[in-house]
């Protein structure tokens, strides 16, 4: 079954401790990417990867990292995360033309950070 | 920079009426997704609009696409409680962002 699996689901955590959300895809999909959803903001994007070891900013990339060293992994990295990271967390993943190709989502992670 | 706005951002109605989701783009682009988003849920595409004057169709929901107004909308037809979620528009900017709107909170009543 094609899938997006992100991990873990939900982490409460507190300003300054460093914390990773996995994110695997299973369908050899080229283009990755992370987004976060907060109320009346719709998704923004915080970076995406075009394959292998080539990833670039989005719109919000302040306080994350990430990295592609394999093709199924794109784990988001939040080196001192701060209160205003708190937010539901998605990432996709989609062939790497855009035309006609939709993005398969992962169930989402909710983080707060107090 | 690629705007997208929806509208309404909330919307309540009735079962069995018929009302229409605006999503309005500031900048051209030729590619147009729409998502449903069921509460605590991951995001579910629907339809993907590939050129001026696109139409598709499933069950009560048909979504076109305007390239030269810039516009997008969602139709729904004789709206059951099913229907009920939070439908996001998208815009793809370049050939490999896609810019979402605010989304739409759909509530439906018996």
């Known amino acids: 079954e094609a899938q997006v699996t992100q991990n873990p689901r939900y982490l409460i955590t507190v300003t300054g401790k460093k914390l990773t959300v996995t994110c695997s895809q299973n369908?050899?999909?080229?283009?990755m990417s992370w987004y976060r959803q907060d109320p009346g903001l719709g998704l923004r994007q915080i970076y995406y990867?075009?394959?292998?070891?080539?990833?670039d900013k989005g719109d919000v990339p302040e306080g994350y990292k990430v990295s592609r060293k394999e093709k199924r992994n794109f784990p988001l990295i939040l080196e001192s995360p701060s209160p205003n990271q708190t937010s539901l967390y998605f990432c996709?993943?989609?062939?790497?033309?855009?035309?006609?190709?939709?993005?398969?989502f992962g169930a989402g992670t909710r983080l707060s950070v107090l | 920079e690629l705007k997208v706005e929806q509208n309404p951002l909330f919307l309540s109605m009735q079962e069995g009426k018929n009302y229409t989701i605006y999503c309005n783009y500031s900048?051209?682009?030729?590619?147009l997704y729409w998502y449903r988003q069921d509460p605590g849920k991951s995001l579910e595409s629907l339809f993907v609009?590939?050129?001026?004057?696109a139409v598709k169709q499933e069950g009560r929901l048909m979504a076109s696409l305007d390239t030269k107004a810039r516009l997008s909308t969602l139709h729904i037809t004789a709206a059951v409680h099913d229907l009920s979620a939070t439908y996001f528009c998208?815009?793809?900017?370049?050939?490999?962002?896609?810019?979402f709107g605010q989304g739409t909170r759909l509530t439906i009543n018996p």
């Open positions: 996709a993943s989609r062939p790497q033309a855009l035309a006609k190709n939709i993005q398969y």
């Open positions: 369908m050899n999909h080229e283009y």
């Open positions: 990867s075009m394959n292998v070891e080539v990833t």
């Open positions: 900048t051209t682009s030729d590619r």
């Open positions: 609009l590939l050129s001026n004057g």
């Open positions: 998208a815009v793809c900017q370049g050939a490999q962002k896609l810019v």
